[in-house]
Structures are given as structure tokens and as C-alpha cells.
């Protein structure tokens, strides 16, 4: 296995509300968090992130984590193979019940919220990158440096 570098964010909510525990826990898996800070969530940040997103998911992103204005912490991991087991850990589904019960995504999400025509959206209170190219665009965006 190779060392690899990752980010992950905690999102408003209950993640946020248990962020020490969540560090543990990451750190229990053998990743170590080599920076961290508080960031102020922009549009800029979610056009990166979510860009993709169909309009109205994005608005209820855009919502979830702009619309309290709180900071959220944003964390440099590094470890073996970091990438797939941060995001192993952090649940592979965007619906929290579809994860697995160990999973942050099960264990610290916000309940779903009805869009209409459909839509749910998950408030599912952890981004993390699933493949290096998201690891590098997200470390890009939050830690310049590293």
C-alpha cells in the first residue's frame, strides 16, 4: 500500500455537534490528521464540491451548509491506501440507511429531507473524496500547501 494524502469535512449537524469522537475514530484507523482548521463554507467551495449536483439537490446542499453560516472543520489526513478506507469509514452511499451500521454516515446524519417529484436529500454529515482525482481537487481547494 501506498501512503496517500485525503481531506475530509464535517458537516452542520450532528457530525459536527460529535467531531472529537469522529477524530478518534479516524485516527484509531490508522490515518493521521496532519492539519486542520475551522473553514467558512463559500459558494465557491460547494461549485467544487457539488457542482454536479441536479439544481434542486444543490439548493438543498447549498441550504444544509450555507444557510447557518456555521464553520465547519475541515481535516489533511495521510495514511495507507487513505482514500478508500476514509472513505470506507465514512459510508459509500449518500443515504445513511443504505451504509453500513459502523459507518460516520449511519451513526452521525441529519434525517432526510423530502424535496418533492423524488428528490430526497441527505444532510449525511461528512464529505470525503472517493478517488485521488477528489482527493487532489479537495485538497486544492481547502489546503494549497500541502
Known amino acids: 500500500m501506498r501512503c496517500e494524502k485525503t481531506i475530509f469535512l464535517l458537516k452542520p449537524g450532528r457530525a459536527l455537534k460529535s467531531h472529537h ?31 454536479y449536483l441536479p439544481d434542486t439537490l444543490y439548493d438543498a446542499t447549498f441550504k444544509h451548509l450555507l444557510g447557518k453560516r ?29 451504509c453500513e451500521e459502523e459507518t460516520i454516515r449511519f451513526r452521525y446524519s441529519d434525517p432526510p429531507q423530502d424535496l418533492g417529484n423524488g428528490l430526497i436529500y441527505y444532510p449525511n454529515g461528512i464529505h470525503c473524496p472517493k478517488n485521488p482525482k477528489e482527493a487532489r481537487r479537495d485538497i486544492n481547494l481547502f489546503f494549497r500547501n500541502a
Not at 478518534?24 to 490515518?31: A, D, Q, T
Not at 472543520?73 to 459510508?91: K, M, Q, T, W
Request: hydrophobic residues 40%; charged residues 20%; negative net charge.
Open 21 to 51: 469522537a469522529i477524530c478518534e475514530e479516524i485516527k484509531n484507523l490508522g490515518l493521521r490528521i496532519t492539519e486542520s482548521y475551522m473553514v467558512l463554507l463559500t459558494e465557491n467551495h460547494l461549485i467544487a464540491m457539488y457542482g
Open 70 to 98: 456555521k464553520r465547519c472543520p475541515v481535516f489533511l489526513l495521510e495514511g495507507n491506501d487513505a482514500i478508500r478506507r476514509l472513505a470506507s469509514y465514512a459510508g459509500c452511499h449518500v443515504d445513511p440507511n443504505q
